[in-house]
């Protein structure tokens, strides 16, 4: 389900997903009034809600949705990427914290990781980045550290799957979760991030 008071904004997030295999939109909402019926009456199984609504915020509609649908996950997809912001979706119950900025694909990718019960933002990333930690890696596993590395060397998620030994579908699910815990949106960031360490890490081995 789809809550967002821009049509347009729901109607390309609708076709990411209708043409993605396996998932489907069940309803859209653009108020958090319009978003507590109609989830009651479709009880969706992942819903994507905006911050910013008409009658409210999302975190409201989080909020009143937790008790009569305490199955269904929710993932904020927003403009603002405000920490404030951030620690009340958490506190709210949202799995996931994503900016509109992401591409189509990558939607997909948080809608597949929520939906099979995974959580992509916690309390060690707000507050990480509240304090602005030096270290952004600090609690990736480390299968996702290996896969960090192996996207800084140019792969692509088919050679990191062939390289590990593991699924397509497991790379990009350890993608996700990196990016979420690094505070990142794209792959392409996440590249950049490990240029920029290896070149910090040369210097200093150099002395310059």
């Excluded at 929710?74 to 979706?89: E, K």
């Excluded at 958490?90 to 990718?109: H, M, N, P």
């Excluded at 309390?123 to 952004?136: N, Q, S």
């Amino acid at each position: 389900m789809i809550v967002d008071d821009h049509e347009v904004v729901r109607r390309g997030i609708a076709e990411v997903i209708d043409r993605t295999e396996g998932m489907s939109v069940v309803a859209e909402a653009g108020s958090v009034a319009e978003g507590i019926r109609r989830a009651n009456l479709v009880r969706p199984q992942v819903m994507l809600v905006d911050l910013q609504l008409p009658d409210g915020t999302g975190i409201d509609l989080m909020s009143s949705l937790r008790d009569t649908l305490p199955d269904t996950r929710a993932i904020v997809l927003t403009s603002f990427d405000d920490d404030d912001a951030l620690a009340a979706a958490l506190q709210a119950g949202a799995a996931a914290y994503v900016l509109k900025s992401v591409r189509g694909a990558e939607i997909a990718d948080v809608i597949r990781s929520v939906s099979a019960g995974r959580t992509l933002l916690d309390e060690r990333t707000v507050t990480r980045r509240r304090a602005g930690h030096d270290d952004p890696t600090e609690d990736l596993t480390p299968s996702e550290r290996k896969v960090l590395d192996l996207i800084g060397e140019g792969m692509s998620n088919r050679e990191i799957a062939e390289r590990l030994g593991v699924a397509e579908k497991t790379v990009k699910n350890h993608i996700t979760s990196l990016l979420s815990k690094m505070g990142l949106q794209r792959r392409t960031q996440a590249a950049a991030w490990v240029a920029g360490h290896k070149r910090s890490a040369w210097r200093a081995e150099s002395g310059d």
